[in-house]
C-alpha cells in the first residue's frame, strides 16, 4: 500500500493504530466522567474492559481496505477515529445482546453484565443487586453508543462528504436494532435480520463508510455493496460455524451458545433441511434448552459432523466467499485496495476450530 501502510503487514498496522487510539481515547474519557460523574465510572470500566478486552479489528479494516481501494495514498490518520468508533459500536451491541441472550462470557473474559454484578460486590447479589447490575450494562452499552458517534464524527468533519458519511452511519445504526428485533421475535426471514443485524455493521457499513470517506464515486460505491452482499452472509455464516465448531479459547464464548439459546443459524436450518427428523434427536434435544448438559450438546455437535451439515454449511461458506472476490477483477479499484478486500475475504473463509 502507501509507505505508511504495507501490503504484508496492513492488517497489524490497523490493528495497532486502532488500539492506540482507542487506548487513549478511554484514557481522556476516564479523567472527564472522573470529573463529570465520579459514581459513574463503573460503566465506563465495564465499556472500556470488553472494548480493549481483544477482537480481530476486521471492521476496522474494512473501512481501511474501502478507503485505500479508493484513494490507496490516503492516511490511515484521516480515518483512525472512525476504525475506533466501529469497535466502540460493536462493543455497545455486545454489551446488549449478551444480555439480552443471557450469555456469561465474551472474548474469553466476562459479560460486561456479570462484570458490573462483581464490581458491585455486595450490592449486585440477590434479585434487586441483579437488576441494578444488569440496567448499569445497559447504560454502558449506552455510553458505547454515544461514544460512537462522537469518534465517527471526529473523522467525518474532516471529509468533503461529511454529512453522508454521517446520516450512513446512523443508518447502520437503525438497521443493527432492527435486525437484532427481528431476531429477538423470531422472524422466519432469517436472511433478512443476518443482513440489518450483521452485514450492516460489519461488511457493508464499514466499507461504505471508508469510501465515501475517500470521495467515492457512485460506480465504486455500487461494486462495493455488490461485494458487500455475500461477504456480509459469508461473515454471518462464519460466525454460526464458529459458534458450534470452535475453539472456545479463540472464540471467547462456550462452544454451542448459540444452540442452547435457540438460535435458527445457518446450521440449524441446513441439519432441518437435510437431515431426516429421526436423525436429528440429538439436535433437538438440545436447541433452545440453557439447561442442555455439556455432554448432550457435544453429543449434538458430533452428529452435526457425522451428517455432513458441517462439511456442507463450509462449502456454502467457500461459496459466498468465491462470490464476494468475483467483482474485485473488474471494479474501479486500485490495485492495493481490491488486494486488500480480497485478503479479508480470505478470512472469513479460513477454516478456524
Known amino acids: 500500500m502507501s509507505s505508511e501502510i504495507k501490503p504484508a503487514s496492513w492488517l497489524d498496522t490497523v490493528r495497532r493504530a486502532v488500539d492506540e487510539r482507542l487506548t487513549r481515547f478511554f484514557d481522556e474519557e476516564r479523567s472527564a466522567v472522573g470529573t463529570l460523574a465520579p459514581d459513574a465510572a463503573i460503566v ?6 470488553l472494548t480493549l478486552r481483544g477482537g480481530k479489528r476486521l471492521r476496522p479494516a474494512m473501512l481501511v481496505a474501502a478507503q485505500r481501494a479508493i484513494d490507496p495514498r490516503a492516511p490511515l ?16 451491541l455486545l454489551i446488549h ?8 462470557e465474551r472474548r474469553g473474559g466476562p459479560a460486561v453484565h456479570v462484570l458490573v454484578r462483581r464490581e458491585l460486590g455486595s450490592r449486585g447479589e440477590g434479585v434487586v443487586g441483579a437488576h441494578l447490575a444488569d440496567s448499569l450494562a445497559v447504560l454502558a452499552g449506552d455510553l458505547g453508543c454515544a461514544y460512537a458517534n ?4 471526529e473523522s467525518a ?12 452511519f446512523l443508518r447502520v445504526q437503525r438497521d443493527v436494532v432492527l435486525g437484532q428485533t427481528l431476531d429477538l421475535l423470531g422472524s422466519a426471514d432469517v436472511s433478512r435480520m443476518h443482513d440489518l443485524k450483521t452485514g450492516s455493521y460489519t461488511v457493508e457499513g464499514p466499507l461504505l463508510l471508508g469510501a465515501i470517506l475517500a470521495d467515492a464515486s457512485a460506480a465504486q460505491i455500487e461494486a462495493l455493496r455488490r461485494i458487500a452482499r455475500p461477504l456480509g452472509e459469508a461473515f454471518q455464516v462464519r460466525d ?17 451458545n448459540d444452540l442452547r439459546v435457540g438460535k435458527h443459524n445457518a446450521i440449524v436450518r441446513e441439519c432441518e433441511a437435510s437431515v431426516p427428523v429421526a436423525d436429528r434427536a440429538p439436535l433437538t434435544k438440545i436447541l433452545g434448552r440453557a439447561d442442555a448438559t455439556d455432554a448432550d450438546v457435544r453429543t449434538a455437535i458430533a452428529m ?3 451428517a455432513g451439515v458441517r462439511a456442507r454449511v463450509e462449502a456454502k461458506l467457500a461459496s459466498l466467499v468465491e462470490a464476494a472476490k468475483a467483482p474485485l477483477t473488474a ?15 480470505d478470512l472469513f473463509g479460513a477454516r478456524e476450530s
Open 44 to 49: 465506563l470500566a465495564g465499556l472500556e474492559s
Open 77 to 92: 490518520s484521516g480515518v483512525l477515529s472512525a476504525c475506533a468508533s466501529l469497535e466502540v459500536l460493536q462493543s455497545y
Open 97 to 104: 445482546d449478551d444480555w439480552m441472550d443471557g450469555d456469561d
Open 150 to 153: 462522537r469518534l465517527f464524527l
Open 157 to 168: 468533519l474532516g471529509s468533503r462528504r461529511a454529512g453522508e458519511a454521517m446520516e450512513t
Open 240 to 256: 454460526d460455524l464458529l459458534g458450534s465448531f470452535g475453539d472456545p479459547k479463540k472464540t471467547g464464548k462456550p462452544v454451542g
Open 304 to 306: 452435526l459432523e457425522t
Open 331 to 345: 471494479a474501479p479499484f486500485s490495485p492495493e485496495g481490491s488486494r486488500a478486500i480480497g485478503e479479508l475475504a
